[in-house]
């Protein structure tokens, strides 16, 4: 045979693809932390809304140290590939869903407590632990990290900060950004950066923590946090709740509430449907047909006075108010508000969509979901924290795809929003689900200042592309 033949006749080797390079050279700095299982791969394509990414992420990577996510982000820059952070995929906006040919970076086992400081009033905490988990390590120290989303006990805190999340407690306590003093972050080149201060005060140059919390992993990977912490609240806590002929009757009377400037922790709404969804899941008797219901709690020395105020304002509005009489039926009364998505889970496939108007705007934007209603045929189940103005207005239908009439009445919730100088989005975010309509909110001009931002931080642009701000 000659040499020609020879050449010809041996087995060709196939040249490694730019993934498989990309997968070898992950595999050889992170061994068995690279999970390329099937069923992994397909968590990583979705999150709690309902939306999943195309294709096959390329491998969830399993950090467990800052060290692991720099090593992926030197990686990912070195071969040009795409990175999606992710936390516990509770998001509601498809912000950490992963697509072909893209690494998942899971965060999600860095979940220590470095540090809890009760005199200063901090904890450096890593991003995977979750809320609750956090809150029963640092009730011994007599102190709490506010943010108290409907989803503390599967939410991760590096979630919270990379969605800016907020909670039942918002009115009260404030948002994540009210309770974050820093951030450590790996950029995309893997570089470490540590933002923000310790101290109660600090001005030195631009706010880059502030940028970070709700960049949704844009920016870079959040592996770190300084929280700014409460003292436990002392006193009783007091919860009532009041019943309704409406939505808007009940609207009117957390307008009300909020205008006494009484300050309740907890002003929740439910609408009819979400309400009567709630009670079927926790099979609970019916609540009265079309009947809306507010759930409020008031905390501290004064819980008591301030509920009877509230009660006494509820029943003006023509609210039956019915208060717990201990802390157990408060508890229990709030498990019917925290059952809301668990509930529209029940109905079919759902859409959860967050926007925000001012309270005092609280009964035109019910208003407006009921005119979007009629005008599309469909039933839009609705919740609010009434006491910040942030609705949650659901969309139930059947299978896994949106139908076009879905997103038209959504687009018709949104431009409706802004028009009553309201926001596209509370806490949840843009992600995939809102990006074609950042630029009605931001305009033109600040649109393409925030892209250059993102830019600036991520040159390649391979940090959770086509997030936020689309392609």
């Known amino acids: 045979m000659t040499a020609d033949e ?32 099937p069923t992994a791969l397909e968590a990583a394509r979705a999150d709690k809304s309902g939306h999943a990414a ?49 690494i998942s970076l899971s965060v999600r086992g860095m979940d220590r407590v470095l540090e809890v400081r009760p005199d200063d009033l901090l904890a450096v905490v890593e991003p995977g632990i979750l809320n609750a988990e956090l809150n029963a390590l640092l009730e011994p120290h007599g102190v709490w990290w506010a943010p108290d989303p409907a989803s503390r006990a599967i939410s991760t805190v590096g979630g919270n900060i990379a969605t800016g999340a907020g909670g039942l407690l918002c009115a009260k306590y ?102 009567a969804a709630a009670h079927r899941l926790l099979s609970l008797p019916a609540p009265p047909e079309g009947a809306a219901q507010l759930t409020i709690q008031t905390d501290g020395p004064v819980a008591a006075d301030e509920a009877s105020a509230i009660a006494e304002i509820l029943r003006e509005a023509g609210g039956a108010v019915a208060v717990a009489a201990d802390a157990a039926e408060g508890e229990a009364l709030l498990a019917v508000r925290r059952a809301m998505h668990p509930a529209m889970e029940t109905l079919g496939t759902t859409l959860i969509e967050d926007v925000s108007v001012p309270r005092s705007a609280l009964p035109d934007m019910f208003d407006e979901i009921a005119r979007i209603e009629r005008e599309f045929g469909l039933v839009i189940p609705a919740v609010a924290h009434a006491g910040d103005g942030n609705l949650h207005p659901n969309f139930v239908f059947e299978g896994p795809e949106v139908p076009p009439v879905v997103w038209e009445a959504a687009e018709e919730l949104f431009r409706a929003a802004l028009a009553l100088g309201g926001t596209l989005t509370g806490e949840h975010g843009i992600g995939v689900l809102k990006r074609r309509w950042l630029i009605d909110e931001l305009g033109d001009d600040q649109w393409k200042l925030q892209r250059d931002i993102a830019h600036a931080f991520d040159p390649l642009g391979i940090l959770n592309p086509g997030k936020v701000f689309g392609p």
């Not at 087995?11 to 993934?19: F, H, I, L, N, T």
């Not at 491998?59 to 992926?72: K, N, R």
């Not at 982000?73 to 697509?99: D, K």
């Not at 950029?187 to 949704?216: P, Q, Y």
């Open 174 to 275: 404030g948002v994540v950004r009210d309770a974050v003093l820093g951030v450590d972050v790996v950029l995309a080149d893997g570089r470490l950066m540590h933002f923000g201060h310790r101290s109660v005060k600090g001005v030195t140059g631009l706010d880059l923590t502030s940028l970070i919390i709700g960049s949704e992993g844009t920016l870079g990977v959040v592996v770190g946090a300084t929280l700014k912490l409460r003292r436990l609240v002392e006193g009783e806590r007091v919860t009532l709740t009041a019943l309704f002929d409406g939505v808007r009757a009940a609207a009117v009377a957390s307008a009300a509430v909020t205008a006494s400037g009484v300050q309740p922790a907890i002003m929740e709404l439910m609408d009819a449907t979400s309400l």
């Open 6 to 37: 020879t050449a010809h006749s041996a087995p060709s080797v196939r040249p490694r693809s730019a993934a498989d390079q990309t997968l070898a050279l992950l595999r050889a700095d992170l061994g068995p932390r690279v999970d390329t299982r």
């Open 54 to 102: 195309e294709g096959t992420p390329l491998a969830v990577v399993h950090a467990v140290s800052v060290a692991d996510v720099q090593t992926v982000m030197r990686i990912a820059t070195a071969t040009r590939t795409p990175v999606v952070p992710r936390g516990a995929g509770t998001g509601l906006a498809g912000g950490a869903n992963t697509g072909g040919g893209e």
